[in-house]
Nanobody
Framework: QVQLVESGGGLVQAGGSLRLSCAAS????????MGWFRQAPGKERAFVAA???????YYADSVKGRFTISRDNAKNTVYLQMNSLKPEDTAIYYC????????????WGQGTQVTVSS
């Protein structure tokens, strides 16, 4: 079955960096666009970044210039490099896999906690 497993979360001070990874299995990774979303306490899940099958990238305005999404199809892994972290970046971060051009993600990981202290 399809599995997406996130890792790399943790506690970091404001201004610090983290790199999240999402390892995929059970699917043909190169056929899927991949995305990162986050959910802060009391808020809905929100889009953070996405990367298409061909490597095109998209970002939420709140993270542009600070976060970078990338993928390694040989390792079936998508990454989210997060720099200049702010306390408002604190959330559970989820990766998703999407086939096709629509907005619906087909598969989700279990999430990894990112906490940014001030």
């Amino acid at each position: 079955q399809v599995q997406l497993v996130e890792s790399g979360g943790g506690l970091v001070q404001a201004g610090g960096s983290l790199r999240l990874s999402c390892a995929a299995s059970g699917l043909t990774f190169s056929n899927y666009a991949m995305g990162w979303f986050r959910q802060a306490p009391g808020k809905e899940r929100a889009f953070v970044a996405a990367i298409t099958r061909s490597g095109g990238t998209y970002y939420a305005d709140s993270v542009k210039g600070r976060f970078t999404i990338s993928r390694d199809n040989a390792k079936n892994t998508v990454y989210l490099q997060m720099n200049s972290l702010k306390p408002e970046d604190t959330a559970i971060y989820y990766c998703g896999a999407k086939m096709g051009g629509g907005s619906t993600y087909n598969y989700w990981g279990q999430g990894t906690q990112v906490t940014v202290s001030s």
